[in-house]
């Protein structure tokens, strides 16, 4: 169909979809950022590719307004089998990019099925926030959601973009292709690989679609219910693969959906039938298959979607079963789908709440060391108990009796449960102090407190300097009945970043700096003019990670590949140290795909990181819900995503600025004199050749001002951490090589 159709229209995008063409290329189109599983955070290459697309939209007047997933539903059968699966697909690759294939290891790492979608929806929603796109998050299901806004008679999007799971939903038509072509009629395959928008022909591109009925045709005809049945059964992210259709015994080159609308057919149109027919089937007993597809049936015909009004239903709520919510989610106030369909908060712990499971996933190097199993297992229990208890003492009182359990990818018969009611109260009372309203907000930006420099604003370090006043602390206690309702993103995000401050210890109930809040103080302090707010998160994980005992030169992953392999000893252990700091800031990269040196060492303790941000931003992310849903922040406004993105531990880095250290500390061993100037000034050249695409310099800077903060948090320690003596060594030894 010509491009020019659509001239004028509205298309409904579904995110996860949309994301899956650049992490999965159909064959002939160009993988982007195909090391994205191997260095892991933000990918460097997508967004040119996401830019040019909206672009092109925008070229033939079209509009596009994006779906995402909400919070996620139904039963998952194999929660670890997808992560395992990424798991052992990056331990192949380093396996191979060891033996010094670096094109083999390249081609593995792109077929991994990390990152999926959903783990960049953060990431999407950032960009089509600075470029004024339209986005909102679905209830549960974005192609229900899709389907809603496409049959709705208010015509909200004029046709949909996604996959053909849609049809379940009740779609007649889908766009699955854009075919984009230049003015000479030749294909692009790749938006992102113009150079400039005016070579489009707008004649001459056009899209594919799906038309409903014309699959029907093609496939006899057979009733709407049974296309339905069939599709289910065929698998996807609602339902599972019916077992049998996936064994070579019994379909040998594999199975078409004419194959699966056959068997059903043949079985008397009826699934209960096929799941008889097959009812030795070990897997078929395992997942108790026929169950299963009626939940999926039921999710299907009755999805929870956000109506015109801002209200959530229930599609066909008067044929609805009462048990509808064991087939798709347990409910949560309206209030909080708003919130989530704005983009200000994320998904992870209302899934946990709802039902009731936490899954631990594998990490993405392949191996998941004893200190990493540990942390998740253990160390970060209290941040997610805390993070659910701040929750369910503001909601609904059946979910403050609610039994949540754990379970963990390396030891399937490990189930931690406990009941929300025996962590109750949560800290409410204690937040509920910290109601600091503009007027003292101003008062401490006219103190000069608020610039850091004199042109960049950092909330966080603010923050940390506010509370460091006496005076200041004195006048935040705020006294019971404090209604004034909190209204710019600064008061807001400051009053949440206090007090999580307080719930990771920083502060004390007297709204002073504890002995870790000082630390805190004189990291951040220690940027100096490298302050931003990634270097301030950087910081903030460094401390966090230091109370971890995970910052430590220590062997933490002696299976993984890729630490420091020149020089002495001591030279070793002081450049993964360094390293391992700078593995937390940003590298400074032009929108290309990663092409760097590679580690799975670092890539490990990345992973350590990240899931230490993950659980801080969550904890963090609950400050903020409870504020809005306890009334104590105006609710009519349009700014949901500038708080979002106002708050720390947003973005997620890769390991990449960690590789750059390493490399660079390590190569400056292969020389004589590692500490002679012209040997750094040699070593710096050489690495902009292994990182052609990265500004070497500033990066190399970005991450010694890392160390240089970090070092100066644990010199005012005093006797809270012990390993002061090896931080003076390697820094003595740093500045030498700098």
């Not at 973009?161 to 849609?166: I, V």
């Not at 979910?399 to 931690?416: H, I, M, N």
């Not at 160390?707 to 390993?723: C, M, Q």
Request: aromatic share 10%; proline share 4%.
């Amino acid at each position: 169909m010509p491009l020019h159709c659509l001239k004028g229209s509205v298309i409904g995008i579904d995110a996860g979809y949309y994301l899956k063409r650049f992490l999965k290329p159909q064959k002939g189109e160009e993988r982007r950022d195909p090391l994205l599983a191997a260095h892991g955070g933000d990918p460097y290459q997508l967004e040119s590719a996401i830019l040019k697309d909206l672009e092109t939209l925008t070229a033939v007047d079209c509009k596009a307004h994006f779906v995402f997933d909400g919070l996620d539903y139904g039963i998952k059968d194999k929660p670890f089998e997808a992560s395992m699966a990424a798991a052992r697909t990056s331990a192949a690759a380093f396996e191979i990019y060891e033996q010094e294939k670096p094109g083999e290891a390249i081609e593995i790492f792109a077929s991994s099925s990390y990152p999926t979608p959903r783990m960049l929806f953060e990431y999407l929603k950032k960009l089509l926030h600075a470029q004024n796109v339209e986005f909102s998050v679905a209830p549960y299901s974005a192609l229900a959601q899709l389907v809603y806004y496409y049959t709705d008679p208010g015509h909200f999007v004029d046709a949909i973009y996604g996959p053909s799971e849609l049809f379940l939903f009740g779609a007649d038509k889908i766009i699955t292709k854009f075919d984009i072509r230049d003015i000479n009629g030749t294909p692009i395959a790749s938006l992102s690989s113009m150079k400039q928008l005016p070579g489009i022909s707008v004649e001459r591109s056009g899209f594919a679609w799906l038309e409903r009925k014309k699959c029907l045709e093609e496939l006899g005809n057979p009733s709407l219910d049974l296309f339905i049945d069939a599709c289910l059964m065929a698998g996807s992210d609602i339902l599972i693969t019916f077992p049998p259709l996936e064994k070579a015994t019994y379909y040998p080159k594999g199975f078409s959906i004419r194959d699966v609308v056959t068997l059903v057919l043949s079985c008397s149109r009826m699934v209960s039938a096929v799941c008889s027919q097959y009812h030795d089937d070990p897997d078929v007993k395992r997942t108790d298959y026929y169950d299963s597809y009626l939940k999926a049936l039921t999710t299907v015909r009755h999805h929870i979607v956000m109506n015109k009004e801002g209200n959530v239903e229930t599609l066909n709520q008067i044929d609805a079963p009462s048990d509808v919510h064991d087939c798709i989610g347990q409910r949560l106030p309206e209030e909080i789908h708003m919130y989530l369909s704005r983009g200000l908060l994320r998904t992870r712990v209302f899934e946990w709440l709802t039902s009731g499971m936490i899954f631990l996933v594998a990490p993405s190097e392949g191996l998941g060391s004893f200190e990493y199993r540990n942390l998740v297992k253990t160390g970060l229990e209290p941040i997610r108990r805390t993070s659910l208890c701040l929750l369910a003492d503001f909601v609904n009182r059946y979910y403050q009796r609610k039994e949540v359990v754990t379970r963990v990818w390396f030891d399937p018969e490990y189930e931690g449960r406990f009941n929300l009611k025996d962590l109750l109260p949560s800290q409410k009372s204690t937040l509920l102090k910290w109601h600091v309203n503009r007027d003292l907000i101003a008062e401490a930006k006219q103190d000069q407190l608020y610039m850091s420099s004199p042109t960049i604003v950092t909330l966080l370090s603010f923050a940390v300097r506010c509370v460091a006043n006496t005076a200041f602390s004195a006048a935040t206690l705020s006294a019971p009945g404090n209604t004034q309702l909190l209204r710019t993103v600064d008061e807001v995000t400051l009053n949440v970043i206090w007090r999580f401050l307080h719930l990771r210890q920083y502060v004390d109930d007297d709204h002073q700096l504890t002995q870790w809040g000082k630390v805190l103080q004189a990291a951040l302090g220690g940027l100096g003019e490298r302050r931003n707010p990634s270097q301030e998160q950087a910081v903030l994980l460094a401390i966090e990670l230091l109370r971890f005992n995970l910052l430590t030169s220590d062997a933490l992953f002696p299976d993984c590949s890729g630490a420091p392999c020149y020089g002495r000893d001591m030279d070793k252990q002081h450049s993964l140290m360094v390293a391992r700091i700078a593995c937390l800031g940003k590298l400074r990269h032009t929108d290309v795909g990663y092409s760097g040196p590679l580690s799975r060492h670092l890539l490990a303790y990345h992973n350590v990181a990240a899931t230490v941000q993950e659980h801080l931003r969550d904890l963090m992310e609950m400050c903020l819900a409870t504020m809005f849903i306890g009334g104590e922040v105006e609710r009519d406004r349009s700014d949901w995503m500038e708080i979002s993105l106002s708050l720390p531990l947003y973005n997620m880095n890769s390991c990449g600025l960690g590789n750059l250290v390493k490399t660079y500390l390590e190569q400056l061993h292969n020389r004589e004199d590692p500490t002679a100037l012209s040997t750094r000034a040699e070593m710096k050249e050489k690495s902009q050749g292994y990182f052609v695409h990265s500004g070497v310099a500033e990066s190399l800077e970005d991450g010694f001002a890392l160390w240089d903060a970090v070092f100066k948090g644990v010199i005012s320690a005093g006797d809270l951490i012990r390993e002061q003596k090896m931080f003076e060594e390697v820094d003595q030894w740093l500045s030498q090589r700098r």
